[in-house]
């Protein structure tokens, strides 16, 4: 969830004082890790990934299934190790915006060797059981993206009073003791955001239309303290979610690159931007929102809405989205004429940059990002040495939620300029989560060696942005994809490859399903997949994990074709078909139950063929040392088209 600063939080009336402060001293922060970085060289890979999980409580006898708020006491403990500075870690903790959530990343980023993707599965398995050590018997950890039942009467453990009228959240539905209270970053978050936008938070996702849904769906709110505003607020045949916890107390998926230097961060950031809505409807798994079917997949819009701290006059300007939406510029020189969208962005900021000596299209990107307030401020941080300190560039950066996020190193580290790739949906098992975290690892390789270009317009993106999370998207949508994806630069058995495989480059993009994206089109576009099998048979991969990589790309190719399902229409049909579902779109206690007691056995590898197929990954927790010495002489690769 990015910066974790602890200190005091100002109220938002003191926040907004120092508005044009934070944004004018964040600018001249970002200018001096500019000039002392943008010369950096020579990184090499790394990467690692971010699972953001729930805590769940189930109660046997009265079949039900609750969010344990028990985040707060378990964190210092996970922590222990890596505040004694105990090395060797296998994971680092972090808290997330629920009181029942932690985010979990590998003990040390993963480096450029191939047999680390053999790791990967293992380590989230460690990660597993690292908390669950420290769990009753009655408690799992579980890798939702949506808890179905989030914001219903009762939803969590131990079960807290609420009252919409005295709370922070003025949620009807969400109690502040549902928010991570270990760090005042989350609930000042939420109390900021609905400050600034002078309102509650508003969120309408369709409603499932089912054989018996209500027609019109219409909830009455008066029983739960309404004044008003949430029956104002709510559209009929939507579910109504009213404050910051329905967004950002989802959980979610999310890989982390560095790159050899700023350059070829700028390529990485551009190139994956176009994959972000594939990955989201390939990844979709969050069908169920406060007790009810909805008619999406994914949790994107609903996140967006929940942060959404635009005030009425800014909602009516069409070039200023959420903070949490997709991107909307590209940053490289290839991007340019793909920059179609027109953004907003702050002309002092940028001239600053300019006049600085940065190019315009990484100034237009951080004077974009620029245009917001800071949201969240500590009195403790308020005066910086600019020369030093990067708090105030961090500030408006992290609470900027792109699709993708290009992150400067931080100073005075060994960290290099990275790029964050964020719209996934955590999937059940750690087999799946490691298959998408190494698919999309192994497609920058591809990118990178290839030279491959997948840029389309800006705007296009936005498309499939919204595309990805309908219903099914991964079966029934097309989306904007490039046709050709060789550029001039690309090595000549890319090009011949591509050739091969019919790829004409009359019109640069089209529409295409996910199937024909991920797997191929005969006579018309390779397919992402069989691009990287083509680029793994240069590579140099020990046997074992060769086998686990094989075994991701496979699930990943039948999730595709449809032959395997996604979380969210395994889901669907689950509540379809359980005999208490009455066809009204509502997810009552004891389906949940059953689900979640359904979802903790996946997780515990009772198999599911219709989701997961029958993977056998030879994932291990180490790399065999013969394994390394073989490998020594491959080193990652390092691409820098500037010199
Ligand atoms: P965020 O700001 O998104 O919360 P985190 O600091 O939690 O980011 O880290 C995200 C991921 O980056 C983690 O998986 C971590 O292992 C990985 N990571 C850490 N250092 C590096 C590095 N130098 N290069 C690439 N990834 C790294
Ligand atoms: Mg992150
Ligand atoms: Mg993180």
Redesign the pocket.
Known sequence: ???LTIGSPLTWEETEKYSDHVRKHGVIQFINLYRQLKNRQN?C??????IEYMIVKFDHANKTAKLCLKAEKLLPILQEKENKNQGDLKA?W?PEYGAYMI?G??????GSLSSCFNTVEANMKARREEVEELLESDECLLCLTSFPRLGCKNFTFPPVEHDPRTSVLRSLFFPDLAVYGGHPRFKTLSRNVAQRRKKKIIINAPIYRDKNTPDPFVEDFSKLYDDGESARAALPNHVYMDCMGFGMGCSCL?????ACNINEARILYDQLAPVCSIALALSAASPVHRGYLIDKDCRWDIISGAVDDRTDEELALKCLKSRYDSIDSYLSPAGEKFNDFELMYDENVYKQLREAGIDHLLSQHIAHLFIRDPILLFSEKIHQNDEEDTDHFENIQ?TNWQTM?F?P?PPN????W?V?F?TMEVQITEFENAAYVVFIVLLTRVILTFQLNLLIPITKNNENLAKAQNRDAVLYEKFWFRKDLTTGESPPEATAYMAECGCSDECEYALMTINEIINGKENEFPGLVPLIQKFLTSMDVDVDTQCSIQQYLKLIQLRAKGELLTAARWIRNFISKHPSYNFDSAVGEEINYDLLCSINQITRGTGCPELLGHPTSRTRDHIPSAVTKAEKSYSGLKIDKNT
């Open positions: 969830m990015g910066l990184d890979l790394k990467w690692g990934d971010e680092l972090r985010e990343t590998p003990g040390t980023p993963y999310q890989v982390t690159f560095q992290s996020r992150k190193p580290s060994s960290i290099g990275r964050e964020r």
